[in-house]
């Protein structure tokens, strides 16, 4: 099946692909930004140089750490943080839906396998 | 603004985005590979290389040679090189539109400069 990868660019302000948003996924669901790079097979830093970029790029924080409890040292999403995951997907599935026909007359020119 | 770049994903057959696009594009301004490899700070091994991806891609030429005539030895795209862009181009444009509404609210999200 023919997929959508899609980049927003911010004309010279940053930007925001597929790579960005399963990081902040990844930290939604693993509770702290080293979990979530590791899950990704990306090293610490990587990680929190894409996190440092979203944040200079929207100018507030993505992530925010969680003090004391069971999940203490770890990180959270922001609301906003996790605002931009809402728009992103939404951005991708209206695309994907937006675009079907010329996906599918794609897919029936590809080359045949066997 | 915000805009979209987007990368078509064929699931293991191969991909198609801005720069391949942007490639075919050249070589029917410019009536040859290596002039539309030049036009885009390519090298001409380059140029032929992701020419020769999409080929594989969909099993059929994007480009033929011209013989004879004021363009001699240069490149043209095939009917089904000009239709691949034409769809490229209808993806980028719908999805765009479906998108709108979210990537004004992202830019309205936007770090204010100064």
Request: aromatic residues 6%.
């Amino acid at each position: 099946m023919a997929s959508l990868s899609i980049r927003v660019d911010f004309d010279g302000a940053g930007r925001m692909g597929p790579g960005k948003i399963a990081l902040l996924e990844a930290v939604a669901e693993h509770g702290s930004i080293s979990a979530a790079g590791k899950a990704m097979g990306m090293s610490y830093r990587r990680a929190w140089e894409l996190v440092a970029e979203l944040n200079a790029t929207f100018g507030r924080p993505l992530v925010a750490p969680t003090i004391g409890g069971r999940h203490g040292g770890g990180s959270v999403l922001t609301p906003f943080g996790a605002e931009l995951i809402e728009h992103y997907r939404a951005i991708e599935a209206k695309a994907e839906e937006a675009a079907e026909r010329h996906l599918r007359a794609l897919e029936a020119s590809l080359a045949k396998a066997g």
